[in-house]
């Protein structure tokens, strides 16, 4: 049975939108499966509904050939949308693997342009690197792009078959003062996530030595899969650097340093963020500050997009509690909770020229939000360490998020 994802109500409401439905993320993050879930949703109401997976080469062949060759493979042939609809029917095309097509923006655009009545396309890509390489400006207002992260701890609860902490959570979260007998099993659960991360495959696994073994093959396969993709030349240094950025998560990337450490140009250390970023790896998050042109000068900091990747490229996977880097595990943990409810851009962070420093600045509205402190013991936060961020911004509240922080578990 294929288990639910958050994504997966949207998905189904913009089934009826004529623009394309562009799903990405990263490999291994679950996409198939929500294209194949998507699938059996439109067979239930007895749509023409069809999948095509282009890793397939026979069928990549024939439709960088001739876009409409892809109706070659479905029982169903459309008309196009000048002339009248006389079959009446709409025709759900789901496309698996779209990057792979040698110019992905043309075929969607010929698709939309000449179908777009008669035609309905959802689609994965496994890298936002070759949507913005092969994607133009020529899709815009014919498509709407859908992230897919790893499983958020909600997500990650119900694929683990867990509806009774599921359902704790939300007591703990709207009674107050509530005393729950279940606190000991939350917490085993989140320091397994914190170990182990969120990847779908990595969290249905039961045995631990057999989720190591699959963050290994993710490390080793897909991340290299992705270099070679890109045209990585360098390959030691790109993945030296990888592993760089994973003993430094939360902390801001200073590209002068990285460069110095790997003796390469400050261009190619760019080239590898780019592509790191665009193949959905790490998330730099922008500093928060008034002065625009100070925010975007500064310094970003860096988080991972999977808790179970950085600590494979780390090699460690020792109980969060008793490691060094905890507090790092929560806070990169937070970061992927909190991109479930806001934006990426408006996740920031405020840092002082005098070293003071908050985790996490949640730009809600224009000068308007909250800020929140990750610590992994409540008792080492102090108020008086952020006055004058509370005096310069007197429209956000802070708060300290700490392991015990239930309430932020139920996203």
Request: glycine share 4%.
């Amino acid at each position: 049975m294929l288990k639910s994802r958050k994504l997966y109500s949207a998905l189904v409401g913009h089934l009826n939108d004529k623009r394309h439905t562009i799903i990405t993320g990263s490999r291994q993050v679950g996409k198939s499966s929500l294209l194949k879930k998507l699938y059996k949703h439109l067979q239930d109401g007895h749509q023409k509904v069809f999948f095509i997976n282009l890793e397939n080469k026979n069928i990549l062949d024939a439709i960088n050939s001739d876009a409409d060759a892809i109706f070659d493979f479905t029982t169903e042939t459309p008309e196009k949308s000048l002339l009248t609809n006389t079959k009446g029917l709409i025709v759900y095309l789901l496309i698996d693997e779209i990057q792979y097509l040698s110019n992905p923006t043309r075929f969607l655009k010929y698709l939309y342009d000449e179908y777009q009545e008669n035609v309905k396309i959802v689609a994965t890509g496994s890298s936002a690197f070759y949507m913005d390489r092969k994607f133009n400006d020529s899709l815009a207002g014919r498509k709407r792009i859908f992230h897919l992260h790893p499983l958020s701890f909600l997500e990650y609860l119900d694929f683990n078959n867990k509806p009774a902490l599921i359902k704790e959570l939300s007591f703990i979260n709207n009674k107050k003062n509530y005393k729950s007998l279940l606190l000991t099993q939350i917490q085993g659960q989140l320091h397994e996530y914190l170990t182990y991360g969120g990847y779908p495959a990595v969290v249905l696994e039961k045995n631990k030595q057999e989720k190591i073994w699959l963050l290994e093959e993710l490390k080793n396969s897909y991340v290299k899969r992705d270099m070679f993709e890109a045209g990585i030349e360098k390959e030691e240094k790109f993945y030296t650097l990888l592993q760089i950025l994973a003993d430094q998560v939360g902390n801001m990337v200073n590209k002068n340093e990285l460069s110095n450490t790997l003796r390469i140009d400050g261009k190619t250390i760019d080239n590898y963020l780019y592509v790191l970023q665009k193949s959905f790896h790490v998330y730099l998050i922008k500093p928060f500050h008034k002065n625009i042109r100070k925010e975007l000068t500064k310094m970003p900091k860096l988080y991972f997009n999977d808790i179970g990747l950085r600590n494979a490229l780390l090699n460690r996977f020792e109980t969060p509690s008793l490691r060094a880097d905890k507090g790092q595990l929560l806070e990169n943990f937070m970061f992927g909770q909190f991109r479930y409810v806001y934006q990426t851009d408006q996740i920031k962070y405020w840092r002082t020229t005098a070293g003071k420093e908050i985790d996490f600045v949640i730009e809600e509205s224009y000068i308007q939000g909250k800020a929140f402190e990750v610590k992994w013991n409540k008792s080492q936060f102090n108020t008086k360490r952020y006055k004058e961020f509370l005096q310069t911004y007197a429209a956000f509240s802070i708060e300290c998020i700490d392991v015990n922080n239930y309430d932020l578990l139920n996203i």
